[in-house]
């Protein structure tokens, strides 16, 4: 989680525009996506501006299946299931705009799922930002049901990229052999991309972990109603956030990783005094495929700093660790922060030199001076 002083910029980003059109519809634009809502905010239109690709799918639809496992009702999910879809389609209140624009402009509705639950979703276009977020709130009361929202894209590929923990993998958007029929659902972190040559759109979230990319259809899982062995597990109130980003090239080049990323650790704004301060940051990292994914204090070490990286676009180089802590000495360490035999690293002017390999970890511990 970041925090950051926010000054006035000299020249202020693009306000977003928000408007209701002759239909019914609610577009928006920031100057990056232009976007267009039906009455039941599904998502018609979705454009990058500078570019003549853009996606009409009616996307952000959501779906309600029977769930019904033949044993572990808690863990299983059967493929028979999606024989059940029924389209969520009940509106109590239609779209709306909340936020008229300016730095942020957003519009909301409400659906009726199921016989008794509810859902409540603010979609959130941002100045500048490169993605159009769902801000999702549901009163859970099903049995037995199972939750998806879906997005259809204009983008065809025989695979999807998922992120895991520390990387990512490719899986077919086919279901031609049994293997891949039983991958009808599989798990992902904070998102998926569907890309062809050139341009494609990623699904990012921050806190859903089930997903399914089909043909041209990616799917997030949201809510399940087992009753074994809890008879009232997930029947409460949900918060959550998901957000759609098309992007030119690849996901890599569109930095997707750093805005899923953005997307689970929002920086929070502080108060500050008109006082000018000079721009200061703990931590650098030389290459955009290198991700600093923690920092810690190592426990038995006294005034040390355990910092960990990853190579996540799955490419080999090497990358300058700079920092603005007092170090005094570095060295590579393994996973229990034991550090590794050779594995001292030199103090030079640009920083800390460090060899990936593709998805390669490294954790490194740093001796801060006294």
Not at 231 to 259: E, K, N, R, W
Not at 277 to 298: D, G, I, R, Y
Request: aromatic share 10%; proline share 6%; net charge negative.
């Amino acid at each position: 989680m970041g925090y950051a002083v926010v000054r006035e910029p000299l020249l202020p980003p693009q306000p977003v525009a928000v408007r209701r059109q002759e239909d019914g519809s609610i577009a928006m634009e920031n100057g990056v996506i232009a976007v267009c809502l039906d009455m039941m905010g599904r998502l018609t239109s979705l454009q990058l501006v500078d570019s003549e690709r853009y996606d009409a799918c009616c996307a952000n639809q959501f779906a309600l299946f029977d769930d019904v496992p033949l044993y572990w009702d808690a863990w299983d999910v059967m493929d028979y299931h999606l024989e059940t879809r029924k389209p969520v389609t009940t509106l109590l209140k239609p779209l709306e705009i909340t936020l008229a624009g300016g730095l942020r402009g957003s519009a909301s509705f409400s659906l009726q799922i199921g016989e008794s639950s509810t859902l409540t979703q603010e979609i959130i276009l941002d100045a500048t930002c490169p993605y159009l977020r769902f801000l999702t709130q549901v009163e859970w009361k099903e049995a037995h049901k199972f939750l998806k929202v879906e997005f259809p894209v204009q983008v065809r590929s025989t695979n999807a990229t998922y992120e895991i923990q520390f990387g990512h993998l490719q899986r077919p958007t086919h279901w031609n052999t049994s293997w891949d029929w039983a991958r009808f659902e599989v798990w992902a972190h904070k998102w998926l991309d569907l890309s062809e040559h050139g341009f494609g759109v990623a699904l990012l979230n921050d806190c859903k972990y089930g997903a399914s990319a089909h043909g041209n259809v990616l799917s997030l899982s949201l809510l399940r109603a087992p009753k074994s062995p809890d008879a009232t597990a997930d029947i409460t109130h949900h918060q959550f956030t998901y957000a759609v980003m098309p992007h030119l090239g690849s996901f890599q080049d569109a930095s997707v990783i750093q805005h899923a990323y953005n997307l689970n650790f929002p920086l929070h704004a502080v108060p500050a005094s008109s006082a000018q301060c000079p721009a200061w940051s703990a931590f650098s990292v030389s290459s955009p495929a290198v991700v600093l994914e923690t920092v810690k204090q190592a426990s038995p070490w006294g005034r040390t700093v355990v910092v960990r990286l990853y190579e996540a676009h799955g490419s080999t180089l090497v990358a300058w660790l700079q920092t603005s802590l007092p170090v005094q000495e570095a060295m590579l360490c393994d996973l229990l922060e034991r550090p590794a035999a050779q594995g001292r690293l030199p103090l030079e002017q640009r920083g800390l030199r460090l060899s990936f390999t593709p998805f390669r970890v490294l954790s490194v511990l740093l001796v801060l001076r006294q």
